[in-house]
């Protein structure tokens, strides 16, 4: 399935999707684009608030947008690669079998799949700036992700082979 239909695909049955994807073999590169395109999107979210902030404070939006960048591409994939082998250790104590592979893999989809929620977000936060609303959908998109998030990685860790 292409990327979109799969990311719709999750929103339905998050364990289906990664028993799709963990059934395509170990493959890195995969992950890897699964966290940076993630993360890209994560970056594009944020656009939004930071113009409005720069807007409201008379400031230039290059060093926010700048330091988002530097932030979401380079040092947040790090933080959630060591957060999938975190999950990942704490899965084995429970009595997981799976693979530091779909671990990642768990994470970094799920990150991926609430994306379109957390795009939202940021159009929230830039429109309309703090208040009711903007908890609302964040607290949304958080519930979305922890859901895709423990039901992939109760997938991975159950029917993993280690």
């Not at 690669?81 to 799920?110: C, E, I, K, P, Q």
């Amino acid at each position: 399935m292409s990327l979109s239909r799969e990311i719709v695909a999750t929103y339905r049955g998050p364990g289906a999707v990664m028993r799709r994807l963990l059934a395509q073999g170990p493959r890195e590169d995969r992950a890897l684009m699964f966290i940076m395109a993630a993360c890209a999107l994560f970056f594009v979210a944020q656009l939004p608030a930071q113009a409005r902030q720069a807007h409201l404070d008379g400031v230039d939006p290059n060093p926010l947008m700048g330091g988002a960048l530097l932030g979401w591409l380079v040092l947040a994939p790090l933080l959630f690669y060591g957060l999938a082998a975190l999950s990942h250790l704490v899965a084995r104590v429970f009595g997981g079998r799976g693979t530091g592979y779909g671990a990642r893999l768990a994470l970094f989809w799920s990150l991926l799949a609430a994306s379109p929620l957390l795009l939202l977000n940021g159009l929230v936060a830039g429109f309309m700036g703090p208040g009711p609303q903007l908890m609302l959908v964040g607290l949304l998109w958080f519930v979305i992700f922890l859901w895709f998030w423990l039901r992939s990685l109760t997938v991975a860790e159950r029917e993993g082979q280690a």
